[in-house]
């Protein structure tokens, strides 16, 4: 009897340890390409070489999932003929988190944004230099109200072209932890990277969906016109109305260069409009 006991209480452990996995494989599960992708994203500016293994068109982009020998990540270019299979080098790009495809239906955790196929951007003529995909999304900053749909390829003036100039704008500083000024975010820039700060402003000019993001231009009335301090340039997923005060909560990044002469001194990321 104890020996018969014995075995039914081994029998019913196994079973509550089995049962849970056997009841969970039936369920469904993430997308594992999409998995790996976000786990393997590379960095900024690192070349992508692999092959094919999913892909689709919108909205003038082809999304890639390319199978790479450091693991599957998400790409978008230009859109392009290309089909499952084909090995391709696409040339280094811009990479962003949490990117929602609104005519896809679709989230990434995380894809890279880049100019093209680099056999194609070889091509390019003289009067047609190559530019980072994301420097060339950016000159949209310099058409009010512009997006990802109305990029110009002509010559660019940088981020500096995009400043909006000093206005006549007062508006107080935000209270709470991690507030500060336009002014401060530029002063204690180098301190502040990487850091998350809170800052209250008037929008000056909002860039729509440039790379999946709204950029907005925030000004207090603080920070040197002459060393463009006094505007505060900050990605957000948000849509702020131009005019309205409102306060943002994001990360700071310092020194952020994106190429082709888009370079921020100071620039907030991944921001959020506080309601």
Partial sequence: MFSLRKILIHTALTLTLVTPALLHAGEAQPAATDQAAAAQAPLDGVPLQGKIIETMDSNGYTYLLLDRSQGKVWVAIPQTAVKVGQEVN??????????TSKTLNRSFAAIIFSPGIEKEAAAQTESEPHKEGFAAALQAEQAQGGGADSMSMGPSTGSAGAI?????????????????????????GKELKGKTVRVRGKVMKVSRMIMGKNWIHLQDGTGNPLK??????????????EGAIITIAGTLNFDRDFGAGYKYEVIVEDAKVEK
């Fill in 164 to 188: 909006v100039p000093s206005g006549d704008v007062t508006v107080i500083k935000a209270t709470g932890p991690n507030s500060y000024t336009v002014g401060e975010c530029f002063e204690e």
């Fill in 228 to 241: 463009n301090h006094h505007d505060l340039v900050v990605t957000s997923t948000d849509d702020p109305k």
């Fill in 90 to 99: 696409c040339a280094p790009g811009l990479t962003m988190n949490n990117f």
